[in-house]
């Protein structure tokens, strides 16, 4: 019995084995003999997805983007990253809100004030987008007789400001900073505003405060979307208690080796959109930036907050698409 258990799987028929494993090992060390074609089950799958590919590449895909700074003040401090504030008079308190968990401006005496921070400088190249995002409300309006009292902006700083600054909002290393940032009008009201003073603007005066309309003369052509809008932010919200009610969005794509396009936008959490800046800068364009800035300027007289900043870079779609098409070359190259 045993013998004939023994013959029996002796005499069993097995199917070859595939040679590929010691064929491939043998023409590695052997580089004139090419290596074996992709089979023909796998070119079909690829000639397939090939259409779906080239589709695909003359779409505009969602890229994977480089976060550059991220914070929702949920550690109940304003020390990583850190933010700083400046004021005109002193009296006022940047703070993070434990209820709420926002970074609170407490603007009670003062006139002018900002808030800002520092990031990992970056450079865009042409296609490039860095964007700023982040939650906004206020006690009341922001309207005055200034020039686009609230102002958002990214910069270039070649000694970034770590402190606070109090009765002043100047300080020496702001003398050469360069960038581009929004002026806009908001109100508390929902008056139409028929002579907006909402511009985009490059930095590129010298002066010791940062935020200086004379130290920002280059004001772009700026379409504004609705024309004729009250830029309203609705009645007075109170920023201990209540969740912050804004989404603001600005956003520097390079489109080319001088040329920038600049967009602000403003919505409520439903979506709806509240205001819409956009423009080009054609000429002696910014390029570099690591400080983000937050402002609102003369006589207004409101507690202010932010929440969930997010400062990234999005690289251009086609850098993301060749991930996808080099491999189907690559095949189809074989095959022929």
Do not use: C
């Not at 002193?90 to 990031?119: D, E, I, K």
């Not at 940062?210 to 700026?222: I, K, N």
Request: hydrophobic content about 40%; overall charge negative.
């Amino acid at each position: 019995m045993g013998r004939r258990s023994i013959r029996s799987v002796i005499g069993t028929r097995h199917p070859p084995v595939d040679p590929l494993p010691g064929a491939l090992a043998f023409r590695l060390l052997d580089a004139s003999r090419p290596l074996r074609h992709p089979s023909w089950e796998t070119q079909s799958q690829m000639k397939r997805l090939l259409p779906v590919i080239l589709t695909l590449s003359a779409t505009v895909l969602p890229s994977a983007g480089t976060t550059l700074l991220s914070d929702d003040f949920s550690d109940g401090n304003r020390t990583s990253p850190a933010w700083y504030y400046a004021q005109g008079q002193a009296g006022s308190t940047l703070t993070t809100n434990g209820a709420r968990q926002n970074l609170l401006l407490n603007t009670t005496t003062r006139t002018n004030a900002q808030v800002w921070t520092s990031f990992a400088g970056t450079t865009l190249n042409i296609g490039e987008t860095l964007s700023v995002s982040f939650n906004f409300d206020a006690s009341g309006g922001i309207g005055s007789a200034d020039d686009g009292p609230f102002r958002i902006g990214l910069f270039n700083v070649a000694t970034p400001v770590e402190t606070d600054i109090n009765s002043s909002i100047a300080n020496p290393a702001w003398g050469e900073a360069t960038g581009y940032g929004a002026f806009v009008d908001i109100h508390a009201g929902d008056t139409i505003d028929t002579t907006p003073e909402s511009t985009l603007r490059q930095r590129t005066g010298a002066s010791n405060t940062l935020w200086a309309g004379a130290a920002s003369p280059v004001s772009f052509t700026t379409t504004v979307v609705p024309a004729n809008s009250s830029h309203s932010i609705g009645s007075t919200a109170n920023l201990e208690t209540d969740a912050l009610r804004y989404l603001i969005t600005f956003s520097l794509t390079r489109t080319g080796a001088d040329s920038m396009d600049l967009f602000y936008q403003m919505q409520d959490t439903s979506g709806n959109i509240i205001g819409t800046l956009t423009a080009t800068d054609g000429s002696g364009i910014v390029t570099g930036f690591n400080t983000f800035s937050v402002f609102t300027g003369q006589t207004v007289a409101e507690d202010f907050a932010i929440d969930n900043v997010l400062i990234s870079v999005v690289p251009e779609p086609s850098v993301f698409l060749s991930a996808f098409i080099a491999p189907a070359f690559f095949f189809l190259r074989r095959r022929r």
